[in-house]
């Protein structure tokens, strides 16, 4: 399945920013999906994900701050972070997984800086 982010942007810290990633599969709800991120020099790491039951895990580094939601209808899952750090600068990118195939989007930079 192809997917699309839109959101990213440069935002200053404290701020707060809404990503989108949506599915081009009318199957979308079988779909357990996520956002992972990859700073500079760093390797990628799971940030939010969502199952098809809605069960939702997060991060360490954006727990409390963070939210991630799907709506099955619009093929479209979202995330939302909060109080937006220079530590959360990256590429986030959406990921799809079902029936054992993954899905990538081509991510969508965020810069968090003043």
């Known amino acids: 399945v192809q997917l699309t982010e839109s959101g990213g942007g440069l935002v200053q810290p404290g701020a707060s920013l809404r990503l989108s990633c949506t599915a081009a599969d009318k199957i979308f709800s079988i779909y357990h999906l996520g956002w992972f991120r990859q700073a500079p020099n760093k390797q990628r790491e799971l940030v939010a994900s969502?199952?098809?039951?809605?069960?939702?895990v997060y991060a360490d580094s954006v727990k409390g701050r963070s939210n991630i939601a799907r709506d099955n209808a619009k093929n479209t899952v979202y995330r939302e972070i909060n109080q937006l750090k220079p530590d959360d600068t990256a590429v986030y990118y959406c990921w799809g997984t079902a029936e054992g195939v993954e899905n990538w989007g081509q991510g969508t930079l965020v810069i968090v800086s003043s």
């Open positions: 969502i199952t098809t039951a809605g069960d939702t």
